[in-house]
């Protein structure tokens, strides 16, 4: 049992590429979220999916986008990164009547 | 407008001591309050929470407590141990706004315990 895995652990881009941010969770939750966290931030909401095949915006959705085409699985996609979207990102899941997340190791990003 | 506060930036505690990690909240519609410890290079793990109905939740060393007239809860650690080392966030969730459970995180109290 794995708990939530995140694909890859760090990453270096330049400006204008772009990437897919991988996260998997083998506990069968419903809900599964998209995080950043900055220097002196706390994590912030970027996108979530309460079930396979729904996606929603969170605090911070600009320049990113999601999918959940399996349960199991949700994506983070950067089209074209910008330095401002160095962070580390975290994923999360959760059960639909729980309330504590289970979050994933973080991917480092960084944006030249 | 932050809606979950973490004053304190950084708290430092002598080993055995108690550590009192506090948080304030500005939405009455937060019903469900938790505490995660994050170490450098990880990702954060849930320690415990607590619902509005309740005033105190304990789980071992560690007790919550939510006073929801002041906006305010604690995370007691007693003893403190230097394995409880590590950043704790603060973060709350209820139904408001439209979002389902999302969770509010502060921005965090760099807790270091020393031997």
């Known amino acids: 049992n794995a708990g939530v895995t995140q694909t890859p652990k760090f990453r270096v881009l330049k400006t204008g590429q772009s990437m897919t941010l991988l996260c998997a969770q083998d506990m069968n939750h419903e809900y599964m979220y998209w995080y950043r966290q900055d220097p002196g931030m706390g994590l912030r909401l970027i996108h979530y999916s309460v079930g396979e095949g729904t996606t929603a915006k969170g605090e911070v959705p600009d320049g990113y986008n999601v999918s959940r085409l399996k349960k199991q699985n949700f994506l983070l996609g950067l089209e074209s990164a910008a330095p401002s979207q160095t962070s580390v990102y975290f994923c999360?899941?959760?059960?639909?009547?729980?309330?504590?997340?289970?979050f994933g190791p973080g991917t480092r990003l960084t944006v030249t | 407008d932050q809606q979950v506060k973490q004053n304190s930036p950084s708290l430092s505690v002598q080993e055995g001591r108690i550590s009192i990690l506090n948080c304030d909240y500005t939405?009455?519609?937060?019903?469900?309050f938790l505490w995660y410890k994050k170490y450098p290079a990880e990702g954060p793990t849930f320690l415990i929470s607590i619902s509005s109905i309740k005033d105190k939740n304990e789980d071992g060393r560690f007790t919550v407590f939510l006073n929801k007239s002041a906006k305010h809860l604690s995370l007691h650690i007693v003893p403190s141990q230097p394995g409880d080392s590590a950043v704790y966030f603060c973060?709350?969730?209820?139904?408001?706004?439209?979002?389902?459970?999302?969770?509010?995180f502060g921005k965090g109290t760099k807790l270091s315990v020393k031997p």
């Open positions: 999360a899941s959760k059960a639909r009547r729980t309330g504590e997340q289970y």
């Open positions: 973060a709350a969730s209820g139904y408001y706004g439209g979002s389902q459970g999302n969770l509010i």
């Open positions: 939405n009455s519609m937060f019903d469900y």
